[in-house]
């Protein structure tokens, strides 16, 4: 398996949402995520932000996957050439597909769990010399790992558990952190190369930012309430030296991350700001909180705001191909209460739409026609035939991409202009959210199949009217 290994590693090195792992720099490209907890929300849900960012020919298909059966004695296919038992069903999800990046898909499944991914360095292990010692098992698992999830958990803590299992059981090849929430509850999951990683629970009074480095800090292993952790997490890092023997509280950060000359990451500073409404004092060895109070409790449109900043720091970038916001709502079944809202391309110069849990399908300009089983494989996410990164006028996302590279041609007057005629738009969609809600339980409470049909014809047609006026403006 050494060859595998050493191929997935050579790919890992280059582009890794953003990270270029071979130089240690963390550019100003890369993933960013916001998770707001649910009492410091306007309506009582959990949010989470992402701007998914990658650099090279890049596009998105976006798709609702339905359940789907398995044989017994089934597998799943691991891209460096292992396999782990496949479930008899797995559950329905919306897909963010970006084809042919290792670790940069968003998902939302049927029960409200959403999944998204930011890089973070770590200390830099050998792949190879961790197979070798068994902290690999063919290779690990990389990019299949936030699909499982979302396949198989019913709560973002068991998409957190079952994380951690098949991470216990083969190992994990890159180094992350996974974002894990449903209604309830956000979990930031930070894993390194071999079998170690340790999740935190996002305070419910609190939001956290993350950008591309690792902000786990203090670690309670006795507080399972809050902290889950592999086995020997601890253990290890003391066993390499990255952690005194016996010193306390362990913290992940300072064990586990690669080291950097500014502590302070710029990204996660500038975003806690925007938070707590007040300028942090700018000190480059400082360790910054966790999480944070907000000044006031957020909404969608202020986490959206948040991941269209430009402000000194730059967390929008042109090199975005999709920002969102997820709404998870606990008073409401999952199919109404929980929203995918979207935006293809640099979420400044674009618009959010919703796409609701209890959709059955999304506009055909959305994503490339092919079979869902034959679009769910390793061959067919990673293949690289002829054309397919080229632009396509038929899929809704280069259409998105041509209207942000001319309006961000024209400069500050032009990105001003549609700004404003997209903050309308949004407005109005926010504005129409309880009335569409109110009549889809409505139909649910009659028959839930009502209320799907319902959401999806409603989704797709905004998704097409904003495609449409998308258009006009290239």
């Not at 650099?55 to 004695?73: E, H, Q, W």
């Not at 010399?129 to 098992?137: A, N």
């Not at 902290?227 to 890092?237: I, K």
């Not at 449109?301 to 967390?315: E, F, M, Q, S, T």
Request: charged share 25%; proline share 5%.
């Amino acid at each position: 398996m050494t060859s595998k290994c050493s191929s997935i590693r050579s790919l890992s090195v280059v582009v890794v949402c953003g990270l270029v792992f071979v130089i240690g720099v963390l550019p100003a490209y890369a993933c960013y995520t916001v998770v707001v907890g649910r009492d410091v929300s306007v309506d009582g849900s959990v949010l989470v932000g992402h701007n998914e960012q990658n650099t090279g020919k890049r596009f998105i298909n976006f798709r609702k996957v339905p359940r789907l059966k398995y044989d017994a004695g089934a597998v799943v296919d691991l891209r460096a050439g292992g396999h782990i038992s496949q479930v008899k069903e797995t559950h329905a999800f919306l897909w963010s597909e970006n084809p042919g990046i290792p670790f940069s898909d968003s998902y939302m499944n049927e029960h409200g769990v959403v999944v998204v991914t930011d890089g973070c360095p770590d200390r830099g292990e050998d792949l190879d010399r961790l197979e070798s010692q068994g902290r690999l098992r063919d290779g690990g698992i990389g990019y299949m790992l936030r699909r499982l999830v979302v396949e198989r958990a019913k709560t973002a803590r068991q998409g957190v558990q079952i994380a951690g299992g098949i991470i216990d059981e083969v190992g994990y090849c890159s180094s992350r952190t996974l974002v894990i929430a449903d209604a309830k509850e956000g979990w930031l999951l930070s894993m390194t190369r071999g079998r170690q990683w340790v999740a935190r629970r996002v305070p419910d009074d609190k939001v956290v930012v993350l950008p591309n480095v690792y902000i786990i800090n203090e670690v309670n292993l006795s507080d399972n309430a809050n902290f889950l952790a592999s086995e020997n997490l601890v253990d290890y890092a003391v066993e390499k030296g990255w952690w005194p023997a016996g010193k306390t509280p362990f913290v992940f950060s300072k064990a586990y991350s690669r080291p950097r000359e500014v502590f302070m990451d710029p990204r996660q500073w500038r975003g806690q700001c925007m938070v707590m409404g007040a300028e942090i004092l700018r000190e480059p060895d400082r360790q910054l909180p966790f999480a944070v109070k907000p000044a006031k409790k957020l909404a969608v449109k202020d986490v959206i705001g948040i991941l269209r900043n430009h402000k000194d720091v730059a967390i929008c970038k042109d090199v975005t191909q999709e920002g969102l916001v997820f709404q998870l709502r606990e008073y409401l079944p999952p199919e109404i209460g929980c929203v995918y809202w979207r935006t293809s391309g640099e979420p400044c110069t674009s618009v959010l739409t919703p796409w609701y849990c209890g959709i059955t399908k999304t506009p055909k300009e959305y994503y490339k026609p092919v079979g869902v089983r034959k679009q769910l494989t390793l061959e067919h996410h990673f293949s690289d035939t002829p054309g397919k990164f080229g632009a396509d006028s038929n899929l809704a996302w280069w259409v998105f991409k041509k209207m942000q590279d001319r309006i961000n041609a024209r400069g500050e007057e032009a990105s001003d202009a549609n700004r404003m005629l997209w903050d309308s738009f949004e407005a109005e969609l926010f504005t129409r959210q309880p009335v569409v809600e109110e009549k889809a339980l409505d139909l649910y409470k009659k028959d839930a199949s009502l209320a799907a049909s319902y959401l999806t014809e409603y989704c797709g047609r905004v998704a097409r009217k904003t495609l449409a006026e998308a258009a006009k403006r290239q």
